[in-house]
């Protein structure tokens, strides 16, 4: 043990014992050994020898001679200004000198004429060279010695500065009035603290206020509590307490009071990728054009972020708001490898060491991104109600991950991906045309009509601008606290996560997509399918050998069918066959025989369900639904309907349920599945660049030819097909004329029942 460290074992002498802070009742030297006690009475006899060698005890702060230094980092050399550090090296020679003769310390680097006669170790003792030394310094020039720090230098203060050196080494020869403790008010008395603190609470639950009403109600609460006698400080006294304890006081109000509150687990460390992800959304600052009208519109665009690498693993980009379905989506493309684009280089592909792009690749079944991908621990999001409810509960489950809201007036807790909107507006969205600025007074003169960029443009550029240079951009200061002052970049941090951790590659099926869909337990009726929300789905081959069939599944839905509904496009739902456990499509089974149907998602079905039940219609089946349903996309269109005469809210709930339907293609798994060894298949440039033409006129002549395809189905249905006549002479060439029927001829002769 070294010198440090020394316990004092004397009576009432305090020690901290693996984390049990003891007192030293008695003392029994003779015995070597003391008696010990806690402060809820127990007491232990133990020996000097099992404390000196017991690695976890040490003296109590509360009792040690270093228990003022508690609450302060250790002092150092680097504390000392330019000349402090010299005068304190000069004292440090001095000290050497005394010590060893030689004012370097190192005889084998004397300096001239030493060692000198009063200072060699040789022939004279420690006590003789202190008293040298003291005599030598007190025959200075008083104002020198002054002004070198070596005034009134006694045989004592020598013996304390040698302590000093040998504990705390340069830093201990320092005057301590050099490096006193800094901060702190003494001029505050007890009456002017219970005020401050009164105060505080007071103007927690308050609007915010301004410093010096803080000072008016401090001096009020002392006048009226302890009297006018009582002394208060200054405002200027008053406002650097205020600022020492509670902090500037630039916060909201808000998060000021929601700061207060007690913390139940504390604070978290995410040290190894996918621990943390936060998720948000925000509104688009970029105004896009949509593909049915081509009008400007503003996206929503939805943020996956990995907290401890800062990489934006997922995202996606919704027209008007984002559902539940699209979470799950993000949170599914998160745990997927990215896709290389046909137009991105080799310098985008697989960078990260440890494990070979072509095995990446082999697992995918595709060339992969330089984008990290894993199974997300906990998932921070704010209060939204996409967050909270049922279908997403139940993603989480399949994923494995916890969706954990953040503390209601926390922003901090999500403040990372808050800070990457703020950076991607800053390094992105303000060079693209169409920028509508951060809120209504930043905006242009008209960014609508400047606005050129397609929903898929704009997708496709983000998704290349991410892997091209947010992943390889330099931190700066969300550098890592083991290298706070090393160049790293979210591709650095994601590859030295491989050295620490390894990584864990779990791509999961294609499958997935289906699991992640709202689940519905219905039973299979014999002649219309199944019914999922208002609507009959049903297709025979797939149902064939089900069809009022009881399933074998138990608990609580025991004897249904399971089903899954994608929200986003309600022309068809997917039945898992319980044999070969394949997902089948079931389409609606008002869908016209012939032509394509418009796509329409849950508000729409909503809203045809409605206007049905207001108009009293009782369909037998949901073919009556259809021109219904075909009234409300427009499929008449008149001059109410056409776009010039519709309202702005009205063109955008049609190109959001195409844009839904879109989304919802590309996220459903290729039928038939591709092989592992081909790529999946990327929409061209020139498909990209079309998408820019309106496509109004293409959708209602969708609508015009499924009203035709209905029509045509229903004419049939209701008398047979008319049949041609028979060609001219047609009975000439089939029969001889000549040749009389049989019949005829037993009819006039007669027949043996004629006679009598």
Excluded at 327 to 337: E, G, H, I, N
Excluded at 438 to 460: F, I, K, N, S, Y
Excluded at 572 to 592: C, E, N, R
């Amino acid at each position: 043990m070294t010198a440090a460290a020394v316990l004092d074992l004397s009576p009432g002498a305090g020690l901290v014992l693996d984390g049990t802070e003891w007192t030293v009742e008695r003392r029994e030297p003779h015995l070597g050994r003391v008696q010990l006690v806690k402060d809820d009475g127990t007491r232990e006899r133990m020996t000097f020898r099992f404390l000196a060698n017991h690695p976890q005890c040490r003296p109590s702060s509360r009792t040690s001679a270093a228990g003022a230094d508690r609450g302060r980092q250790r002092k150092a050399s680097e504390d000392l200004n330019a000349g402090q550090l010299e005068l304190t090296e000069l004292r440090m020679a001095h000290l050497l000198e005394v010590a060893t003769g030689f004012r370097s310390g190192d005889p084998f680097h004397p300096g001239p004429g030493e060692p000198r006669a009063e200072y060699d170790p040789a022939t004279t003792t420690l006590t003789e060279r202190r008293h040298a030394k003291v005599a030598e310094l007190a025959a200075l020039d008083p104002a020198h010695a002054k002004l070198l720090g070596l005034s009134s230098v006694g045989y004592r203060t020598l013996i304390r500065w040698e302590n000093a050196r040998r504990r705390f080494g340069l830093v201990g020869c320092a005057d301590d009035r050099w490096l006193r403790r800094s901060g702190g008010t003494r001029t505050v008395s007890e009456e002017v603290r219970e005020a401050v603190l009164a105060v505080r609470e007071e103007t927690k639950r308050m609007a915010k206020v301004s410093m010096r009403t803080k000072d008016r109600m401090i001096r009020q609460y002392v006048r009226e509590e302890f009297g006018p006698e009582t002394k208060v400080p200054s405002y200027d006294t008053l406002r650097r307490l205020w600022q020492e304890w509670f902090g500037p006081g630039g916060a909201r109000q808000r998060y000021a009071r929601s700061a207060d509150l007690p913390e139940s687990q504390g604070h978290v460390l995410v040290h190894r990728p996918g621990q943390v992800v936060a998720l948000d959304t925000t509104v688009l600052p970029v105004m896009v054009r949509e593909h049915v009208f081509g009008d400007p519109v503003k996206m929503h665009l939805t943020l996956a972020l990995d907290v401890c690498t800062h990489s934006l693993v997922a995202f996606r980009l919704t027209l008007v708001s984002d559902t539940s379905v699209d979470v799950a989506m993000v949170l599914r493309d998160v745990t997927m490898p990215l896709p290389m684009r046909a137009d991105w280089g080799e310098d985008l592909e697989w960078p990260y060491p440890g494990l070979p792009a072509a095995v990446v690749a082999e697992f995918a079944g595709h060339a992969v991104a330089g984008l990290p991908f894993f199974t997300p621990e906990t998932v921070t999001t704010d209060h939204g109600s996409v967050y909270r409810n049922h279908h997403l509960v139940e993603v989480e489950r399949v994923l494995g991950c916890q969706v954990l809201p953040a503390r209601v007036l926390r922003p901090t807790d999500k403040a990372a991906v808050e800070r990457a909107f703020g950076v991607i507006r800053q390094l992105l969205f303000e060079h693209l045309v169409g920028y509508t600025g951060v809120d209504v007074a930043d905006r242009g003169a008209d960014p609508a009509a400047d606005a050129v960029l397609t929903a898929d443009q704009l997708e496709h550029l983000i998704a290349t601008w991410i892997v091209a240079v947010w992943q390889k951009r330099k931190l700066g200061e969300y550098a890592p606290a083991w290298d706070p002052d090393g160049s790293h970049s979210p591709n650095s941090l994601f590859a030295a996560s491989f050295a620490q951790t390894g990584f864990a590659m779990d791509i999961p099926s294609p499958e997935l997509f289906y699991e992640l869909l709202p689940a519905h337990y219905v039973r299979i009726d014999k002649r219309r399918g199944v019914k999922i929300r208002g609507l009959w789905y049903d297709d025979p081959d797939v149902l064939r050998d089900y069809r009022g069939e009881l399933s074998t599944r138990g608990g609580k839905h025991k004897g249904k069918w399971l089903i899954r509904r994608d929200p986003r496009d309600r022309r068809q739902v997917f039945f898992q066959d319980p044999i070969s456990h394949a997902w089948h499509p079931l389409p609606w089974t008002g869908m016209p025989q012939a032509g394509q149907m418009p796509a329409f998602g849950d508000a729409r079905a909503s809203a045809l369900l409605a206007k049905a039940a207001a108009a009293g219609l009782k369909p037998q089946s949901d073919t009556e639904l259809l021109p219904v349903l075909l009234e409300l996309i427009g499929s008449n269109i008149p001059v109410s309907k056409w776009p010039s005469q519709m309202k702005k809210s009205q063109r955008t709930e049609h190109a959001r349920e195409t844009h839904q339907a879109r989304a919802a293609q590309a996220d459903r798994p290729r039928v038939p599945a591709a092989p592992a060894t081909q790529p999946i298949p990327v929409p061209a440039a020139a498909e990209q660049e079309a998408a820019t033409v309106l496509s109004w006129p293409g959708r209602a002549r969708q609508t015009q030819e499924a009203v035709a395809g209905e029509r045509r189905r229903r004419r049939e249905a209701a008398r047979p097909a008319p049949v041609p006549p028979p060609e001219l002479g047609h009975s000439f060439r089939t029969r001889n004329v000549f040749v009389l029927p049989e019949d005829d001829l037993e009819e006039d002769r007669g027949g043996p029942d004629d006679a009598g």
